[in-house]
T-cell receptor
């Protein structure tokens, strides 16, 4: 089936540093999403993105977070600066239309902030 | 706000027994309902979805009926296999809202 690729698969970073998580969504998809999953807990919506803009973001999407997709390249989640509570697995997803359509998820980027 | 509540896990069953994972949802709008499955080290993947009230979805022996009156979407399987061990998420999306809302997930372990 359609594949969403995420880079890196895991990263360890010092608190206060910047991290960028990269997502290569399904090629003809138009909507992009980031979800956060702390170990053993549920998937929590962070943000969605369409037509070059953030459509909606949750309370978890702090001011230190930003997303972009410059010129149709990777869809990125940047955290600057990182905090200990940012340690989690971040999942990227994409869908052809809005979320009434199926979301396809990547395998996640495990972020450990020390 | 919109929300999804499902059976607390973990759930452990023996191979060949039946499974029910309860899912209830709350929304004032018209949802599409989903069941996703997540295997260790992977992202969630769609098991099936049902966009219309009182219809049933199914895949790989799993099924669920979108019960609008009861606001439920319980997952069932008649005979589970060891390969069904995973975390199962009930989820909903609402028309014109760009997000999928997940339940807390139910971890299922099947003993051979």
């Amino acid at each position: 089936g359609p594949k969403v690729l995420q880079i890196p698969s895991h990263q360890i970073i010092d608190m206060g540093q910047m991290v960028t998580l990269n997502c290569d969504p399904v090629s003809n998809h138009l909507y992009f999403y980031w979800y956060k999953q702390i170990l053993g807990q549920q998937m929590e919506f962070l943000v969605n993105f369409y037509n070059g803009k953030v459509m909606e973001k949750s309370k978890l999407f702090k001011d230190q977070f930003s997303v972009e997709r410059p010129d149709g390249s990777y869809f990125t989640l940047k955290i600057q600066p990182t905090a200990l509570e940012d340690s989690a697995v971040y999942f990227c997803a994409s869908s052809l239309v809005d979320s009434g359509n199926t979301l396809y998820f990547g395998e996640g980027s495990r972020l450990i902030v020390v | 706000g919109d929300s999804v509540t499902q059976t607390e896990g973990p759930v452990t069953l023996s191979e060949g027994t039946s499974l029910t994972v309860n899912c209830s949802y709350e929304t004032k709008q018209y949802p599409t309902l989903f069941w996703y499955v997540q295997y260790p080290g992977e992202g969630p993947q769609l098991l099936f979805k049902v966009p219309k009230a009182n219809e049933k979805g199914s895949n790989r022996g799993f099924e669920a009926t979108y019960n609008k009156e009861a606001t439920s979407f319980h997952l069932q399987k008649a005979s589970v296999q060891e390969s069904d061990s995973a975390v199962y998420y009930c989820a909903l999306s609402v028309y014109n809202q760009g997000k999928l809302i997940f339940g807390q997930g139910t971890k299922l372990s099947i003993k051979p």
